[in-house]
């Protein structure tokens, strides 16, 4: 009946009785029957009658609900038959201006129930980071709309041409009660014989009603060719705006191969609840139900996860930790579309053991579901199931690779360099996920060894800000001349094309300092300007004072008296530091010295 089907209760030679388990949809339809050979699997068809149901919608009853920012409590409207309707193309629940999706399996032939989606406003995007930040996607204007196509076109190398003497534009606008919460912004400037156009002379600029202006990123002398980037993310309070653009006040400051803003597109409330009223339309037919309520105290943050990885093997412990959860209410883990199960939870965390994961080409997801609240808003934080280098199952049973041989990553495999060293290998192709994992042991020495890495929209980590690389690793690409070139990226070389790498090591607070005195020739030791936390084996360099930058020598610490360092090997040149007078004038001439040392290494 209308594309759902029901089992037949009972039957006779001229009648049949079925229960359609989410009632039945409203209008005019043909009920065909279905005889199926018992045993078998051959059906004979039949038209059996056609029926006529009206349902009126404006009779349907809702309490409404309150929910997460992030969206995943049950909607349910009380009607006969409705959820039957809700799924028939064009029908639909719109709450927010999204769509409510119907869930078949929670729904009854007299109440239809919906999960609401998540909502994104300017508080919930700051507040929650409910919606992934990315390109923005809103309505492009400009003073020459003949030449507006250029800006976002991904050809940066034709030009946006505006030949206004003053007072050339072009930006970005936002649909109505809508507004751009930005992270980024940037343009890309070919052939730049003259800054004076830009400089000083190009603003960018935010305003909610087209007709005031506030100056948010001035272009100074620093402009150059190729990308200029300005990142808004890092503010306390972000830039959010209706309109952006770019304003130029001589001819020539708008010449520009590409534009483009990155963030949030949200609607413009700043308040920690929000409501709306939900649209249910039905054959045509439009009625409103009672109010959806978003509220940030039914809002759980994720804030991490721990470990951030573990094997498609499964059985792993994983602790989700944010502000927000429940104690008691029922709650689901999901990762990746698989189930985990929940072995223990507080207000403050979760945790829960994983499922294997059999290859699926999919993107990392997290999904926590706490009843009478819904979704948690991740934050864009992921679990990524791993293949380890070490697991013989990662290779199909066989032997891990060899020297000379070639791996590729397919998207949704994500595999985890955890032996000492890797063979030497040809070419690495990354459309899932390479990373390296640091050892408990901050000695811990790791190697990598490829003649070419190329990250093909994949993902490449040797530590993320946020997660340091914090053991030792060494990363070393091998080729020579002779060597055959990757189109655009040459060879001996980590390639990253619509794709991802974090190489981030252990923070060296003080890389760069100078001397507190004079090291003669022959000196073993050297004092420095200030405490540092270099440490016994590490490498140094102490910069020349004379006329010869070879006279720069390298040495390694081989004790630390405060800030006097000692090495083995004495110095072969004198370096300078004093403070010389002349006359009312003083100058400061000291020999720089650097930390060479780093726990990762490319």
């Known amino acids: 009946m209308n594309g759902i089907e029901a089992a037949c209760d009972s039957f006779d030679s001229t009648s049949a009785t079925a229960t359609f388990a989410t009632g039945i949809s409203s209008g005019t339809f043909d009920v065909t029957l279905a005889f199926r050979e018992i045993g078998g699997g051959l ?76 909502l994104t406003t300017i508080y919930s995007a700051t507040n929650h980071r409910i919606s992934e930040a990315g390109v923005l996607q809103g309505t492009w204007f400009a003073s020459n709309t003949d030449q507006m196509a250029v800006l976002s076109d991904y050809n940066n190398i034709v030009d946006y041409s505006d030949s206004t003497a003053s007072g050339c534009f072009f930006g970005m606008e936002f649909k109505q009660g809508h507004v751009g919460v930005l992270d980024e912004v940037k343009f890309f400037i070919n052939n730049l014989y003259d800054k004076t156009p830009f400089a000083n002379n190009l603003v960018f600029q935010g305003s909610d009603d087209g007709v005031a202006w506030t100056d948010l990123w001035q272009i100074d002398d620093v ?112 990762i990746d579309g698989r189930s985990c199960a929940v072995t223990g939870q507080t207000t403050n965390s979760i945790t829960c053991t994983t499922m294997d994961k059999p290859y699926v080409p999919d993107t990392p997801r997290v999904e926590i579901l706490i009843d009478g609240k819904g979704y948690v808003a991740t934050q864009g934080l992921v679990y ?37 060293s890797t063979p030497k290998l040809n070419a690495v192709i990354v459309e899932g ?53 990757l189109p655009i990226y040459g060879n001996k070389v980590i390639g990253v094309r619509f794709g991802q790498i974090h190489m981030v090591g252990v923070e060296r607070p003080i890389t760069w300092t100078s001397l507190s005195a004079t090291a003669d020739v022959g000196a073993t030791s050297i004092t420095l300007m200030e405490s540092v936390d270099w440490q016994v084996g590490e490498e140094i360099v102490i910069a020349p004072t004379g006329y010869e930058a070879r006279n720069a020598e390298k ?25 010389e007078t002349y006359g009312s004038h003083t100058i400061e001439m000291r020999a720089e010295v650097g930390l060479l040392t780093r726990n990762v290494k490319y």
Request: charged residues 15%.
């Open 433 to 485: 996920s390479l990373i390296f994992a640091p050892d408990a042991d901050a000695n811990h020495q790791r190697t990598f060894d490829a003649h070419y890495v190329m990250v093909n929209g994949g993902y490449f980590e040797a530590g993320t800000a946020d997660f340091p690389y914090t053991s030792k690793l060494t990363i070393t690409m091998h080729s020579d001349v002779a060597s055959p070139y």
């Open 223 to 334: 402009v150059h060719e190729g990308w200029n980037t300005m990142n808004f993310k890092e503010e306390s309070a972000p830039e959010t705006y209706a309109k952006f653009r770019f304003y130029g006040s001589t001819t020539g400051s708008c010449r520009v191969g590409e534009a483009r803003f990155t963030g949030i597109e949200a609607i413009n409330d700043n308040a920690s609840s929000y409501a709306c009223t939900p649209t249910l339309t039905v054959n045509g037919v439009s009625t409103s139900i009672t109010d959806v309520t978003y509220d940030n105290a039914s809002t759980g943050l994720l804030t991490a996860i721990n470990p951030r990885f573990g094997s498609v093997l499964g059985g792993e412990s994983v602790t989700f930790v944010g502000d927000g959860f429940s104690a008691t209410a029922a709650t689901t883990v999901m």
């Open 43 to 118: 059906d004979t068809w039949a038209v059996a009658t056609s029926l006529t149901n009206t349902v009126d919608i404006t009779t349907v009853t809702s309490a409404g609900t309150t929910c997460s920012f992030a969206g995943g409590c049950g909607l349910t409207m009380s009607l006969a038959g409705l959820a039957s309707d809700l799924q028939v193309d064009g029908n639909s629940v719109d709450v927010c201006g999204n769509e409510c999706v119907l869930s078949v399996a929670d729904s009854t032939g007299n109440d239809a129930v919906c999960h609401v989606p998540s």
């Open 384 to 420: 990524r199931y791993v293949s380890r280098w070490s697991d013989t199952e990662t290779w199909g049973g066989d032997i891990p690779p060899l020297e000379g041989e070639s791996i590729s990553i397919p998207k949704g495999q994500h595999l985890l360099v955890d032996v000492a």
């Open 555 to 579: 040495r390694t610490i081989a004790s630390i008296s405060g800030n006097t360092l000692s090495f083995d090997e004495p110095l072969l040149y004198k370096h300078f530091s004093d403070v």
